[in-house]
Antibody
Framework: QVQLVESGGGVVQPGRSLRLSCAAS????????MHWVRQAPGKGLEWVAV????????YYADSVKGRFTISRDNSKNTLYLQMNSLRAEDTAVYYC????????????????WGQGTLVTVSS | DIQLTQSPSFLSASVGDSVTFTCRAS??????FAWYQQKPGKAPKLLIY???TLQSGVPSRFSGSGSGTEFTLTISSLQPEDFATYYC?????????FGGGTKVEIK
């Protein structure tokens, strides 16, 4: 079955960096665009970034542009989120998620989600 | 950027009720639009995509409609397991955005 397992979350000081990973299994990872979505404690969902199936196209939310970098290693079936210059407002559960659109067509919707990993930015 | 405004933000209803929530976009968008359900402590679950297509495995009491700037999600007969928070999302252009959510609670 499709499985997405995030790791790398934890407590980090403001201004520091953290890299999240998402291990994918149960499907052909290289055939799908992948997203990161986050949710601050008690708040709604916030889309963070998306990467195309081949890694050639990446798009970001304004709130993280220039600080976060999404990437993937299709040989390892793994998605990454490099987070630099972290701020208190980046504190959230970060979800790795699969878009069900079939490349090279457009994004369609997020049909599979990981369980999330908590990032806490605090001094 | 396209903003999505969900209404109401909170809804109290009874089992068996028919409920409808709305998501309004700040500008017209295509049907690259989805609805998700989220229960406390869990990841969201896809209900509807392409504005009105039911995701496989989702009960038929859920339906979506709309186009342009107004989209709706209807639950025809609310079941105990439907009490949750519902989010809309557009995938029309970057950046993608979610609505603020509608929380459905038991009356």
């Amino acid at each position: 079955q499709v499985q997405l397992v995030e790791s790398g979350g934890g407590v980090v000081q403001p201004g520091r960096s953290l890299r999240l990973s998402c291990a994918a299994s149960g499907f052909t990872f290289s055939n799908y665009a992948m997203h990161w979505v986050r949710q601050a404690p008690g708040k709604g969902l916030e889309w963070v970034a998306v990467i195309s199936y081949d890694g050639n196209n990446k798009y970001y939310a304004d709130s993280v542009k220039g600080r976060f970098t999404i990437s993937r290693d299709n040989s390892k079936n793994t998605l990454y989120l490099q987070m630099n210059s972290l701020r208190a407002e980046d504190t959230a559960v970060y979800y790795c998620a699969r878009d069900q659109g079939i490349p090279p067509g457009p994004l369609v919707s997020i049909d599979c989600w990981g369980q999330g990993t908590l990032v806490t930015v605090s001094s | 950027d396209i903003q999505l405004t969900q209404s109401p933000s909170f809804l109290s209803a009874s089992v068996g009720d028919s409920v409808t929530f709305t998501c309004r976009a700040s500008q017209g968008i295509s049907n690259y639009f989805a609805w998700y359900q989220q229960k406390p402590g869990k990841a969201p679950k896809l209900l509807i995509y392409a504005a009105s297509t039911l995701q496989s495995g989702v009960p038929s009491r859920f339906s979506g409609s709309g186009s342009g700037t107004e989209f709706t999600l209807t639950i025809s007969s609310l079941q105990p397991e439907d009490f949750a928070t519902y989010y809309c999302q557009h995938l029309n252009s970057y950046p993608l955005t979610f609505g603020g959510g509608t929380k459905v609670e038991i009356k």
